[in-house]
């Protein structure tokens, strides 16, 4: 049987009626819920970055200058970053030492400037596994010698001392 329009109507605002607070009970009540717990996390602490001493890779004469090669060993489980390189005058002489052979040779008259790789630093590899990350840098120009230097520095080899910022 048919029922007249109305009827109908009154019988869908009857089940929307019925439907609705059922729906609207269970949306109220999953956005009312509430919890609690606990989290913990740590975080690592790195471990400082080994350098090398710095060589140089030609001789450096007065009034000249030299590329200064060195390797940076990395320990930790994450990349480290350098921001720059600085003469660690704590070592040596200064920061520089010259070969048993060429002890007459001043090392007063030697030169570092801090280097940052055009501001761009240095960022150094990961260990992996029992294998340190490593990176080799070349220093251009990083060594540099006076014209009031002595002729006892004439072939000399030196080391320049370096110590990494941020």
Known sequence: MRHPAPMRIL?????????????GTAAFAYWRASGSGAGAGTSG??????????TPTTNVYPG???????????????????????????????????DAGHSGCGLA?????TQNNSG????????VGGVNGTLDITLVNGLSMGT???NACQGASFTVYLTAGP
């Open 148 to 150: 009031g230097a002595a």
């Open 64 to 98: 000249g200058s030299a590329d200064v090669r060195l390797a940076v060993s990395n320990p930790n489980f994450s990349p480290v970053r350098i921001g720059s390189l600085a003469l660690d005058t704590t070592q040596g002489t200064a920061g520089f030492a010259v």
């Open 11 to 23: 019988l869908t605002a009857l089940v929307v009626l019925l439907v609705l607070p059922i729906g």
């Open 45 to 54: 602490t790195n471990v400082s970055v080994t350098l090398t001493a710095g």
């Open 120 to 127: 761009a630093g240095w960022t150094v590899n990961a260990k």
């Open 109 to 113: 008259s030697l030169g570092f400037s």
